[in-house]
Structure formats: structure tokens, C-alpha cells
């Protein structure tokens, strides 16, 4: 609980040019600085002085300027999300129990199964912050938030740059008239992130290079998160260790720099309004590919900002990279709008995008994926359940179990095509020098139901002889949003 602030401050300077009569050059350069409290109160996190370049473009040819050649570069920075000072910076309680019950026992008064004992193997041997229930034995809980505030030093690398993304355009327009056709490309990178990334394997290794003792008592694989910048280094304190701190190498984290590219080319046409009507649309190829898809992970609906699991352990990272979900081949888009009267207008706006490419999530298979020559105490991604770029998707045995399979990201199942018709009208009605509207919207006309989402979760259990499949895998969980009308009135005075 608690409540937390953030400042955020940015200047801009920017220059235009006309260097003849035909270039235009805009040149400028902005700065962020970034603030984040804890809910006590006291500053959490400073990033300041981010400088980021813009230039930008246009040259215009024909002997009526009809043509013009348009570019610009910049680079964006994103400040760290308000919710990682709620989420690394509280007071938060983050456990759970697991229990074993008779399937053919009598459910009780609330329709649950009855628990006959208490499941402590695997991730489940820790010491239960407080009890969750009456039988619960306290001592077999999966923690992965104990309630206690940690100290600043110990939950940020003291290197920690801000998020940062490059993003150019090169295009063309032409008007024949009144009507312009256009086609541009748009490319972004991700350059810099700052998520949050669990040391423990690398600190419990750290620890047996460095002779400290005990480490493993409370380094369990979740204890210490820390932001960083994933794929660099990292220098911050251990919890505990009276201000001892350190500095472990991108490659003592085992975790790989972030990646997020964004192609698009576009092809765009649009007639000007003329009084009566008007009609554009556009046709866009994109592709978007990488290991993060930004401040939330909507693989699995995940949308705690800031906090995606994408890097807290090596393990997750493992064929992770490939199609984001926010990948959409084609797009298509038509729009226009015809005054029927002076009074009357009515319009349309249509929208087609291809499918999404989904996912599979599994358990990872590797007993030891961090360090295989070290005690196996490295396993801990898949206390997070299902949740490695890992599948179970080949042939299953007698007792319905199979191994876990690679299962690069973007891989798995796709929703359908989504296609929305909207349609709008307006009246216009004077009442004196007042002009009163009439709006009247419908949107998705023809009631679409397109799938949004399926199940990404492929399996359903793990033990060391296999994996149990998900029957609900590829199971619908959204369509797109139903028909729905929306009226409005406008008055000018």
C-alpha cells in the first residue's frame, strides 16, 4: 500500500531553417529528467540530464512544389514507470502455498477441494511471511515479496541509464490536385531498457567464487531485484551484507540486451475535403520483432508496467526472441465522408489488420540452465509455473506427459483477421446564432467478432519425467469489441 509521486521535466530547443527555397531543415535537441519517490517519501529514482537529438527534413521539387522529400531522426527517452516504486519500493506481500487434496473427497460448504497435506517440494520451501490459512503449516510458501522495504542501493544498479529509442522516417508525397498519395518507411530501435532482473543465481555465484558462506539462505532465486539495464553490468549493494557492493558483468547476469525493432512501410492516398466529399486510406506492411515488447507483457495479459517478468531470470530469455504482440503484417485503413445536404453529413472509417502472431509458455526443461556445472540451485524460473519460452507441443506419452520443446516466441497460435466498420452522422441544426449538432455513431456496424487473444499457456504441470499439456492451449480468451452506438449533442454558442 501507499501512495508515491513522480516529477518528470523536459526542455526543448529547436531551430528551422530554410536553407533555400525548396529545403527546410529543423534541427533541435530535448531533455528529460526523471524522478520517482517512494511511498514514504524519499527519492527513489534520478535520471537526469537525457539529451536526445531531433533532426528533421523536407525538400520540395516540381515547379508548384507538388513533390516533397521528407525525413527526420530522433532519439526518445522513457522515464522508469510510476508503478515500480509501488512494486519495488513498498511494503509488498507476494507468496503462495500449494497443497495436495483427494479428488474424490467431498467438497466443502464453499465448493473447494478439501486439503490432505501440505505440497512443500520445489520452489514451495520457504518460510511463510505470515499464515494464509489455518492448516497452513507456515513453513512450505513460494515467496516472492516478504513484505520488507529494501534499501535504495540494494534494488537499483547505481549505473542505471533511462529507457531509450531511436526512431527514423524517409517518404514522399505528391498532389495531383487535390488529391495527395504518399509512401514512407519508419524504422524503430530499442536501444537502452531499465527493468527489473532477479540476482540471485548470479549473486549465489558470485558468492562461491568469493568464499562468502550462507549465501543460500537467503538468495533463494527471488529475494533481490534489482533495475538495471539489462545486457550491461550492474554495481549495487548486497541486501544485507553491511554496504558490501559489487559489480556483476552482462556476463556473470546471463541476461541478454534487450531487443525491439519496429519496420513499416506505408502507402497512403487522401482527397481533400472539398465542401462535399472526401476519401483516403492507407496500406501499411510492418513487422516487429524482439525480445521485449516495452513496459508490459501482453503475451499473458500481463500489464503491471514496469515489472514484466521478461528478464527476471536468464532462463525466461531463452528463445524469447521473435515476433512481439504487437506484430501486424498488413493494415489496412479507409476513411471518408460525403455531405448529403447542407445540413447532413454522414461518414465512415474502416480498419483491417492481420492476425498476431501468439506464443507458447512452458517450464523450462534445463535442470540447471544458468550454471550447469553448479549445485542446481539455478532452476528458479519455473516457480513463476509456466511462464519459459518452452512447450510441451510434441507426441505425449501413456501418462499423458511429453519434455518441453523450444518454443520460439511468436511461434505458436494466431489470432484471426480483426476487421472494424464504423460508421458516423452529424446534423446540423441553427437555433439564431447558435448551431446545435446532432452526432450519432455506430461503431463495429456489422457486430465482427474477431479473436483478440487465445491461451498461451501450453503447459499444465512439471515433474522430472515431463510436462503435463494445457488442454485449454489455444482456447478463445477475447474477441474484439461488440456493435455499439454512441449519441452526442454539440451546441456552439
Known sequence: GGSFGAQ?????????????DRLTVNLGVRRDDFKLDKPDGSEYVDLPENYAPRFGF??????????????????????????TAFRQAAQEYFFRERFNYD??????ANGLPVAISQNGTGA??????????????????????????????TTLSQNLKATRETEFIVGYKHSFNDVTVGISYTHRNLDISAEDVAVDAAVLAYCT?????????????????????????????LDGQDGRVITLSAEDLRYPKPK??????ELTVDKAWDGNWSIGGS????????????????????DDAGITQDFDQPGFTENASGFLPNHRLHRFKLYGAVALSDEFTIGTNIRIDSPRRLSCFGYNPNPNYFAPNDPPYSDFGNAYGAASHFCGTGPVDANGEQE?????????????????????????????????????????????????GRDEIGDLEFSTTGVTPNPNYGVVTSYQTPRSVRLGLDISF
Open 103 to 108: 479428488p474424490t473427497a467431498p467438497f466443502d
Open 404 to 452: 518441453s520443446a523450444p518454443a520460439v516466441r511468436g511461434e505458436g497460435n494466431r489470432t484471426s483477421w480483426i476487421s472494424n466498420f464504423d460508421v458516423s452522422g452529424r446534423y446540423n441544426m441553427t437555433f439564431g446564432d447558435n448551431v446545435v449538432t446532432l452526432r450519432a455513431d455506430v461503431f463495429n456496424l456489422f457486430n465482427a467478432k474477431g479473436v483478440q
Open 124 to 153: 514451495f520451501q520457504a518460510v511463510c511471511p505470515f499464515a494464509l490459512t489455518t492448516f497452513s503449516s507456515g513453513l512450505n510458501c513460494n515467496v516472492t515479496g516478504d513484505g520488507s522495504v529494501k534499501p535504495t542501493n
Open 260 to 265: 525491439r525493432t519496429y519496420d513499416a512501410v
Open 209 to 237: 567464487a568469493n568464499g562468502l558462506v550462507g549465501c543460500e539462505d537467503t538468495w533463494t532465486g527471488f529475494h533481490q531485484y534489482v533495475i538495471t539495464n539489462p545486457g550491461k553490468d550492474a554495481t549495487f549493494n
Open 8 to 20: 518528470n521535466r523536459s526542455f526543448y530547443l529547436q531551430d528551422e531553417w530554410n536553407v533555400t
Open 58 to 83: 523536407t525538400y520540395d521539387i516540381g515547379a508548384d512544389k507538388e513533390g516533397k522529400f521528407f525525413g527526420s531522426y530522433g532519439q526518445y527517452f522513457l522515464p522508469v514507470a510510476s508503478n
Open 283 to 302: 496500406y501499411t506492411w510492418s513487422k516487429s520483432k524482439g525480445n521485449s515488447e516495452g513496459f508490459v507483457q501482453s503475451d499473458f495479459e500481463q
